[in-house]
């Protein structure tokens, strides 16, 4: 069961290791699109299998994800379960953004914690899943299982352009519902601060769904957050790979790239134009969403027999 974290629950981030003489690479991954495909929301077997591997060889696998606990206990860590986690392997899911994170073994999943100091007024989510209910079941629907933030998302039998149109008007509507609240949000280039001028929420729409969540979540917290559940169980690897499909996504990149890791980002939707970055950015072009994340996971599983022995500048991933 979800219980409440104590007030500050993210000390400071751990400082990086002095040493670089192990292959060990640290994974931060971003759930839907790289892991689980955006049309089917599930995780091709092959993804499994080689985050499985990477784990059993030391690597430490950390979900950096917007979705809930539940869709990665569902999604990921049953069928991981179901192929065997290794005695001794730790997963680690920092979900909705920072807001919530809890572990997983092959004895299954650990307390879920969730930061009260960025979860949304329950009176505010039960507006929305009124909203939903009243003037957009047809095209989206409200995401019980978000434990801090409220997200509506597009329903599996509505069209994706259907969906966005909608999607446009129910976000206006998002706005008119935080103003009688008296809840500050921002949207794109939009700001609608609160009775005192300040915005402490942000509405969030991605290609399949509405975020609205604390101003303060984010890939980079929960990339802050990654190596506070790490660093307990393993040195900290100098160096780590984040793989995301969006623009927000290399804000993971960005937090360990600022803390002095050794990092590099895979995109595995450059499509959307990719930003200057002081570390190196990897595609696996032609191919994009969950195939790009599968490739990169296989060629970071074929580094682990011929790499055994080298430096981890010389495996090039
Ligand atoms: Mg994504």
Redesign the pocket.
């Given at each position: 069961m979800p219980t409440d974290a104590p007030l500050d629950p993210l000390p400071d981030a751990p400082a990086p290791p002095a040493h670089r003489d192990h292959p060990v690479q640290g994974l931060l991954l971003?759930?839907?699109?790289?892991i689980a495909s955006?049309v089917t929301r599930t995780v091709p077997p092959g993804i499994i299998t080689d985050l499985l591997l990477l784990a059993a060889a030391g690597w430490p696998v950390v979900f950096n994800?917007?979705r809930s606990d539940h869709f990665i206990r569902t999604q990921v860590m049953e069928p991981m379960l179901a192929v065997g986690i290794p005695t001794g392997v730790t997963f680690h899911a920092v979900c909705e953004k920072g807001g919530t994170w809890f572990s997983f073994t092959s004895d299954g999943a650990g307390e879920v914690f969730v930061d009260q100091e960025l979860a949304l007024p329950t009176s505010f989510a039960d507006d929305i899943r009124d909203l939903v209910e009243e003037k957009y079941s047809h095209l989206m629907f409200f995401d019980e299982t978000k434990l801090a933030m409220v997200s509506v998302e597009q329903s599996l039998d509505a069209t994706n352009p259907d969906y966005l149109e909608g999607q446009a008007h129910f976000d206006q509507d998002v706005f008119d519902v935080m103003h009688s609240h008296d809840m500050g949000a921002r949207r794109l280039e939009r700001d609608d601060p609160d009775s005192s001028g300040e915005i402490g929420y942000r509405i969030d729409p991605?290609i399949i769904s509405t975020d609205i969540e604390s101003v303060r979540v984010g890939k980079d917290l929960g990339a802050e957050r990654a190596l506070t559940l790490v660093a307990p169980l393993m040195e900290l690897p100098h160096t780590w790979r984040t793989v995301?499909?969006?623009r927000t996504?290399y804000a993971m990149a960005d937090y360990l790239h600022g803390q002095g890791f050794d990092v590099a980002h895979v995109d595995v939707r450059p499509a959307d134009g990719v930003p200057d970055t002081p570390y190196e950015v990897i595609t696996e072009s032609p191919l994009i969403h969950e195939e790009a994340g599968a490739a990169f996971l296989a060629r970071c599983v074929a580094a682990l027999s011929w790499g055994a022995g080298q430096t981890e500048d010389e495996l090039l991933l």
């Open positions: 971003d759930v839907d699109g790289p955006p994800t917007g991605t995301g499909d969006s996504d």
